[in-house]
């Protein structure tokens, strides 16, 4: 491992979840973005027997890479080599039955239960901002049974209670409310993570549980508009590798669409990272 | 073992939304009517299967437009011939909504997923555009449900979300379990979409590679139009009777399409044309939908016409030479 | 468009026979802690298969026993290690349950169709044999339901008939279109058998040509046998994703099993033995099962023992030879 | 057309049903017996684009005749060449739909109102003759548009009421009866066809509607417990033709087992045909 000199922000949310990636397990991945990346470099540089399946029912490709522009998924290269091509439903069906260990989604908008909005902003048909709909996300976030949330941290983006759920979290954060509306039991979010933090849950309620080394607790919680419950010991998180990013910028994000669209860049300075936002 | 029991069937909560009537036996005659269990040929262009089964305020389902595999040259002639008040199922569509939006050929999309462009929200804010929440799953199975004839199926998702709210999904209490079960209804479009690799003449369609929910598609559907890279023989259909993905009579057009997802990809046939489909992607995010409407929809007669003015023998010869990954694309 | 509205939702009849259980986060469950999600080599004997698969009072399904793609070698060794009390979803099943319940390894059979020999009849009338009525098609309507994962499917059969008050139908009011209309519960066995033309030793398996639902079983059940004519790479499974019909993570077990299905036949692989099929026949038919097991299952220790002693080379050479159609039945 | 000089009361029934056989048509064979050899026949010598699909699900095979003993469905010769294999499951969802106009059976018992009975002779559980059941028949009787049913002529098979309804006909006879138990609006029996004889329905009862030349409509009345109403006309059935004896013997069920395994055989004596029953 190779310590990096500069990477962006959302480098390191992925590289983050793909640490999180375990061999043996399976991944239903939402869409081809952030989620996709993760889990693939996860699968490469650390757990080789990882499973994912894509949002249209894949399951364990050895894509051709790097993808095409916008050929993230369906597409030939990222089909390619397959145990099995399936079909939305056949993924569905996977998850249902309780096949899926994991999910990994991003979103634009998350609550202190972990409820995801990417419906709605602002008060629902009333004025403010439509969004493009929860895609196959409301899915995952149902049947898998754990999911893993990957977003930027914003204090817009960690809210007390979402505008709107597109797919759900732990509902209204009482016990079994996933249950009483009809999903999987045991099921529900397991970790948020963004390029500063990663969050679990305790009693279904958002919680620091980690930090980069370049922002304090306090830098986080001022970009949490909820306030989530803090663990009596944040930990901290390794930052990403030269082996992670050279994997990241020359085989999947080549275009550094998923990456550089948003955030800062961080700095290895000879002595420490620092953090330098995006003009 | 369990012994038959009553537990209470009872309705605990319900979507508010309208949603397309659900008709089982109504379905069934109009495919005793309509549907030719004989095998006449039905090789048409795509000009006359728009005009003959497309009809303003149809419900249509297709999927992958733009992308990957998408019926581009059908979807380019209802916009073409002007459509009016059609009510999409949005499930794993993109940037389509907006261009058919953009058109004024929608008036309602079950939503899914799809670019929420200035089109969009232009439509929205007037009330020309309605919009029901779904997911890209909950669509399928609802499409999946329509294909097996049933009026609706359980699901185990979908409950505890908003888009319940705004949908036609129903929380009911299971008699087998007891426990708290959503339901969906079934959906059966007016009209099915399908761009497939090979076709017969009957409509006999070979998908090869993924998809989001073509084959449930074409079977829950009342007007099904097939386009297809390649026409093939019937004798080439029975020599793999486990390479077809659709039979003929789920099918009224069978459309002949050479680079009919153009600009998007058809696995191991042609890869896409990254510089058009971005051209499609920024006019619509842009809210520039005009200019390009009538560049590329307006402005040629046909999908061959589109092919000859607007991309060339050259570029699409460099799209069949990129596509070089062939395993599991032909029977 | 049709209005969200509240038509009553009630029970209008139920069928009072015990079936299995109705669990979806159960099976859930099951899938979670048993269930390998790693690819691991799952290669082992039919005994093997049998001796950890295969408990007393499990409920089993399979099909197409003694004539087509059947797992007859898996069947022989439960009755070799002679399982008691099983449950079998008895669609396109036939002589085989005769052959089971002679054998004294079974106690209920969900019908479906079945030969009533001497043996069933006899164990109907001392009280050792429960029946409960569905037909081939509602138990693959069951099965397909408990692939999905969800507690029950509406169908459009069976209403009416007497065999839904010995099921676990129940006729509700469907809540969208006030019609009546048929639920059955899903099914969920306990063991899958399935017999398939190629596997991975992980259990990625391909099945050619037409079949019952040898996919829904192996995603229905909790423990999934598969035995496989070959076994082939996992590089070959690759090499055609659109072949793969069950993946490695519905499979507990591969038994490489070369002739299999003996004395039935593996379409593109080899033709039945007919004089065999017909001995076993006549054997169950006439009441005969003692002498046909010990000769056929309790004689010989392995499928491989079996086919040594009582078949031969020359014959399985001739059912090769016999087998002239191939098309379709490869990758 | 040449006339044939002796054949077996089954081979009247077949032939009496291929003739049934309609171009464009749809026809789903249950089992591999009477009904599968009657599309057949009826495809291969009068309607060429009539398509049957088999009980498990295979689409308009072109088999490979004759077939190996048992092996008419499933195997390869069956399901040679077909449009498409598919599953049970696949078939019932195009009957469901509306796909199947034609349902062919056959059957052990039958009554008035075209209920048929493959289960229980007797009163059920309580003594009586264990059947196979259904198989696929019940969801064929419930989702074809119409049913047509093969049996022989005799009087306890034409009963008033069977003792258990495998396979739906009209039920209790009422207007709406199957609608009112879930079935598909509009569908039910159609034919019942007898080596003597052909049925229809009138308002949902059973109709004596032909007869062959060799019996009487008095004969039949004989061999028919319930007395079904009898048409104004009863209509003439042509006698079966040397080139469909021809088809059946030598193509179709070449081993006899379907045709001969019952009932009597009739004789042409060179002015008309007279039957003569089996010892």
């Known amino acids: 491992m190779t310590r990096a000199e500069a990477f962006s922000d959302r480098e390191v949310a992925m590289c983050t979840v793909g640490r999180l990636i375990e061999d043996g397990k399976t991944y239903w991945a939402a869409g081809g973005g952030t989620p996709l990346y993760s889990v693939l470099l996860g699968k490469k540089l650390y757990a080789p027997d990882a499973q994912y399946v894509t949002e249209d029912g894949v399951i364990a490709p050895i894509p051709m890479l790097p993808f095409e522009p916008m050929m993230s998924m369906v597409a030939s290269r990222a089909t390619y080599k397959a145990l099995s091509w399936g079909t939305m439903n056949t993924a569905g069906y996977f998850a249902q039955l309780g096949f899926m260990d994991y999910g990994i989604l991003n979103t634009l908008q998350v609550d202190k239960h972990g409820n995801i909005n990417s419906t709605f902003l602002g008060e629902y048909g009333h004025g403010g901002r439509r969004m493009h709909g929860p895609g196959g996300a409301d899915t995952i976030a149902a049947c898998c049974w754990r999911t893993i949330l990957i977003t930027d941290q914003e204090k817009r983006k960690f809210v007390e209670k979402v505008d709107f759920i597109s797919s759900p979290g732990f509902l209204d954060g009482s016990e079994g409310a996933r249950e009483r509306a009809g999903l999987p039991r045991g099921t529900g979010p397991w970790r948020v993570v963004t390029p500063w933090a990663m969050y679990d849950y305790q009693d279904r309620r958002l919680r620091l549980m980690a930090r980069v080394p370049w922002v304090t607790v306090e830098q986080i919680l001022d970009e949490t508009e909820c306030k989530p419950l803090v663990a009596a010991e944040v930990q901290v998180l390794e930052p990403p590798t030269e082996e992670e990013l050279q994997l990241l910028r020359t085989e999947l994000d080549v275009r550094g669409q998923t990456s550089d669209a948003a955030g800062g860049w961080i700095i290895w300075d000879g002595e420490q990272y620092t953090r330098q936002a995006a003009g | ?331």
Request: net charge negative; hydrophobic share 40%.
């Open chain 2, 1 to 331: 073992m369990t012994l038959a029991t009553s537990q209470p069937l009872e309705i605990l909560a319900e979507g508010r939304a309208p949603y397309h009537p659900v008709d089982p036996d109504g379905f069934r005659e109009w495919v005793r009517e309509h549907k030719s269990r004989a095998m006449v040929s039905k090789l048409m262009s795509e000009k006359e299967a728009v005009e003959r089964f497309v009809a303003d305020g149809d419900y249509v389902t297709y999927e992958c437009n733009y992308l990957t595999r998408g019926p581009n040259l059908v979807l380019n002639e209802i916009m073409r011939q002007g459509r009016k008040n059609l009510w999409i199922a949005g499930k794993f569509t993109y940037v389509d909504v907006g261009l058919l939006v953009g058109a004024g050929c929608v008036s309602k999309v079950d939503t899914g997923f799809f670019l929420a462009t200035p089109a969009v929200k232009k439509a929205l804010a007037e009330g020309t555009l309605e919009l029901y929440e779904y997911s890209n799953v909950v669509m399928s199975m609802r499409l999946e449900a329509g294909a097996q004839g049933i009026p609706f199926i359980p699901i185990r998702s979908f409950g505890g979300t908003d888009g319940f709210e705004y949908s036609g999904a129903k929380l009911i209490r299971d008699p087998y379990t007891g426990l708290a079960t959503v339901i969906i209804p079934a959906l059966n479009p007016d009209v099915a979409i399908v761009h497939v690799q090979q076709a017969d003449q009957f409509g006999n369609a070979r998908v090869f590679g993924t998809g989001i929910s073509d084959v449930p598609a074409a079977l829950a559907s009342r007007k099904v139009i097939v386009s297809a890279e390649e026409i093939i023989s019937t004798d080439e259909i029975r020599s793999n009777p486990g390479a077809t993905s659709i039979p003929y009579w789920c099918v009224d057009a069978v459309v002949e399409a050479p680079f009919g997802s153009y600009p998007g990809t058809v696995p191991g046939y042609y890869a896409s044309d990254p510089a058009a489909v971005m051209e499609c992607f920024a006019a619509v995010l842009r809210g520039d939908v005009q200019a390009y409407l009538d560049k590329w929809i307006y402005g040629v007669q046909s999908h061959t016409e589109l092919l000859e003015k607007n991309v060339g023998v050259a570029k699409l010869l460099d799209m069949k030479k990129r596509e070089t990954i062939k395993e599991g694309f032909r029977a």
